[in-house]
């Protein structure tokens, strides 16, 4: 009756351990599905910055040609004219543009979530 008891017993330990190595064996295929999805996630953000860069650069670009194109038909009657307005309308831009990323920043700070403190 006693070895009955103590076989059950380690038979129960050794279930025990099974189970423990099954779950620490699910827990590390997890934790390397969460770091190839991460790594991934990363190289398909880097791409998506590329490409607006490149959308970004070449906006400026055609910006910038399309000004000195508008200077050039006015270069003899009111070229510093036109310069000047050009100048207004994209320091204009700019203050706009910093005054709304300054009120998306503001805002998205006050709806982001609390942080445990200790």
């Given at each position: 009756?006693?070895?009955?008891?103590?076989?059950?017993?380690?038979?129960?330990?050794?279930?025990?351990?099974?189970?423990?190595?099954?779950?620490?064996?699910?827990?590390?295929?997890?934790?390397?599905?969460?770091?190839?999805?991460?790594?991934?996630?990363?190289?398909?953000?880097?791409?998506?910055?590329?490409?607006?860069?490149a959308a970004v650069f070449t906006a400026m670009?055609?910006?910038?040609?399309?000004?000195?194109?508008?200077?050039?038909?006015?270069?003899?009657?009111?070229?510093?004219?036109?310069?000047?307005?050009?100048?207004?309308?994209?320091?204009?831009?700019?203050?706009?543009?910093?005054?709304?990323?300054?009120?998306?920043?503001?805002?998205?700070?006050?709806?982001?979530?609390?942080?445990?403190?200790?």
């Amino acid at each position: 009756m006693m070895e009955n008891r103590s076989s059950s017993s380690h038979g129960f330990i050794a279930s025990l351990r099974n189970l423990g190595a099954g779950l620490v064996a699910s827990v590390e295929e997890r934790l390397q599905l969460l770091s190839v999805e991460l790594h991934e996630e990363k190289i398909r953000l880097l791409q998506t910055v590329v490409w607006i860069s490149a959308a970004v650069f070449t906006a400026m670009m055609a910006i910038a040609f399309a000004s000195l194109t508008v200077v050039f038909l006015f270069w003899a009657s009111a070229r510093l004219a036109v310069l000047a307005g050009f100048t207004v309308f994209y320091t204009a831009a700019l203050v706009a543009i910093v005054l709304a990323f300054r009120r998306y920043l503001r805002a998205s700070r006050n709806h982001s979530p609390q942080r445990c403190r200790n």
